[in-house]
């Protein structure tokens, strides 16, 4: 039964990732990228991270790609022009090279088993969490604080029109 | 986390769901009735009257009406998520409705992680305004949907900010426990509700929740005097109404979760024989979530409308500061006590 | 059961499909969604081997790298702004003023 969630849902987070390539206009890219967040929510809350599922949710699902889905919007980009520069070449050379990247990932991952004995327990709870979050990494997470701040200024100090 | 559920658990939980959304969607329906007729009630005329008995068949009218109206698609618009829009403003409000406790027993799911699931599906209610108002490709829909998303976004940040005094009383962000946390008294007769522990909480999310679902006075996104009807201006017949289900299920969850952290929920006084006893916490908890659905309707009716500017500035300088404060003074009591 | 190597086999496809996009578009918005999908990636590798080694630090690097993902992307868009209003075009390729 959870193979078929696995499946399910691995199958939707592929395909959306293709399809945020594959698509012209970049809104169609940005709205398949929020369908890729959230099945791979799901597949976090296969590995027993609800928490960081819901939360994956709320930040990247609903926040970041909220400000991508604006910028599009505001900036009402056509879609993109067929145009020849490098890129012709560089499609026929990367997919092949990449898919000969995959197959030697696969086959060098396919024989990994699960951990010998017993799997150990681990329950992603938000007590687990806050746990460890503010005792053991409280001074990244204070650092964070600070990055976000940072990120802050500088987002405003860009977009403005006159400095 | 997952659990597996099989044979007569299965038959439970399917009739709990029928019941639940059944019960939910005609909810909705008749929410468009009460406010009709109570807003009408306010300025002093009578509302529907025609249609049933105190028009209490408006609704049937009205979703009969949206089922055969003529369905327009803007020539140039953009088809796929013109038609996508409305779905996605929909399901996620409607999804919310599967952690809400409605009585000791009578909850879809009770997930560990219940109120964080119900802010994500909302966050995710968002695009559909977006994509609403830019599917529609012309201005006012544009316009309407943009400031309505920058405003929902951010009231959003003092809505969760003002649950987390609540969250930090409790312990636990499963929607069950946190009812249960305030089941007993105080000298017996005052209920343990976290209205008398949270008080300024309760006040930034009641205004908080009121900008988040888009209603008076956080509407100009949809006003009529300033932008025709705001991002469901081209919308006509069934997708006009998913529109307007999904904001009178907004309407509803924020009323929900209103009672469920500040009110207790369900609980409340039981007496009587045990039949009646099985219902009454239903009973109760409709009670309350009605009050609150009440004055959202009584508010519209009388409230006057919030500039733009005044409305965001109003949410990051005054609600977003007042929420933190609160976090802070509770952690410091938590935290002694 | 799932075995680990599956979930790591499926990151390792979406990251695949990151670098891909990122070599391939040329529309700068697009560039940042492809990084987004590799940030994906990497949290669902730290999530994947959080449970097999039955410690919480995977799960909390994967807070570490939303933040950072957050940050970028705010930052990101703004340059894209920026660069926007300067050129009314988003494609990398002209951008090129500073080639000899």
Do not use: C
């Not at chain 1, 696969?106 to 024989?111: A, E, I, M, S």
């Amino acid at each position: 039964m959870i193979q078929i969630l696995f499946f399910f849902f691995a199958a939707i987070a592929v395909g959306a990732a293709i399809n945020v390539l594959v698509q012209k206009h970049v809104l169609y890219s940005a709205l398949s990228l929020i369908l890729m967040l959230t099945a791979v929510s799901v597949l976090f809350i296969l590995l027993q991270a609800d928490f960081l599922a819901v939360i994956n949710v709320i930040v990247y699902a609903g926040a970041i790609m909220v400000l991508f889905v604006f910028v599009i919007m505001l900036l009402n980009l056509p879609e993109d022009e067929d145009g020849a520069d490098r890129l012709r070449w560089l499609k026929f050379i990367g997919i092949p090279l990449g898919l000969f990247f995959l197959v030697l990932v696969v086959t060098t991952l396919w024989n990994l088993e699960a951990s010998p004995g017993t799997q150990p327990q681990l329950v992603g709870s938000p007590a687990a969490i806050g746990q460890s979050l503010f005792t053991d990494f409280v001074l990244p997470f204070e650092v964070t604080s600070l990055l976000i701040l940072i990120a802050l200024m500088g987002a405003v100090v860009f977009a403005k029109r006159d400095l | 986390m997952i659990e597996y559920v099989t044979g007569s658990e299965f038959i439970v939980l399917m009739i709990k769901i029928f019941v639940i959304f059944g019960g939910v969607m005609g909810a909705l329906a008749y929410l468009s009735w009460l406010e009709r007729k109570l807003m009408a009630r306010v300025q002093m005329r009578p509302g529907p009257t025609r249609v049933g008995p105190f028009g209490l068949l408006q609704p049937i009218a009205d979703g009969l009406k949206f089922l055969f109206k003529e369905d327009v698609i803007p020539t140039h618009s953009n088809r796929f998520l013109f038609i996508a829009a409305p779905i996605v403003s929909l399901v996620p409000a409607l999804l919310s409705f599967s952690v809400i406790p409605f009585g000791p027993s009578l909850q879809i799911t009770d997930l560990s992680v219940g109120l964080l699931f119900i802010f994500a599906v909302t966050s995710l209610g968002i695009y559909g305004i977006a994509l609403g108002g830019w599917a529609s490709n012309s201005k006012y829909p544009l316009m309407g949907a943009i400031r309505s998303s920058a405003q929902m976004i951010s009231y959003e940040l003092s809505l969760t900010l003002s649950v987390v005094g609540v969250l930090m009383i409790a312990n636990t962000l499963s929607l069950a426990e946190l009812v249960t946390a305030q089941q007993s008294t105080w000298l017996g007769i005052i209920p343990r509700w976290n209205i008398f522990l949270q008080p300024v909480a309760f006040v930034v999310y009641l205004v908080s929740a009121v900008a988040e679902t888009n209603r008076l006075p956080f509407d100009l996104a949809e006003s009529e005097q300033e932008l025709v009807a705001g991002w469901h201006t081209e919308y006509s017949s069934m997708k006009f109404a998913m529109f307007m289900l999904a904001e009178y299920a907004n309407v509803v969850t924020v009323s929900s979760l209103a009672t469920i952290m500040f009110f207790g929920g369900w609980t409340g006084p039981m007496f009587g024989p045990a039949l009646l006893q099985m219902a009454l916490p239903t009973v109760w908890f409709l009670l309350k979530v009605s009050i609150f659905i009440f004055f959202y309707v009584l508010m519209r009716a009388t409230v006057p409308r919030f500039r733009y500017d005044q409305l965001m500035r109003f949410g990051w300088k005054v609600l977003l500061p007042l929420s933190l404060a609160n976090i802070v003074v509770t952690s410091f009591v938590v935290a002694i006590s | 059961m799932i075995p680990i190597g599956w979930y790591l086999i499926l990151s390792a496809i979406l990251f695949l499909i990151g670098v891909l996009g990122f070599f391939i578009k040329r529309n700068i918005i697009a560039l940042l969604l492809s990084v987004e999908i590799m940030l994906n990636a990497v949290n669902l590798t730290f999530v994947a081997f959080s449970l097999q080694h039955g410690k919480i630090s995977g799960q909390i690097f994967v807070f570490f790298v939303l933040v950072v993902a957050a940050a970028e992307a705010a930052v990101g868009l703004a340059l894209v702004i920026a660069m926007f209003r300067n050129r009314e075009s988003l494609n990398v390729d002209r951008s090129n003023l500073l080639k000899w």
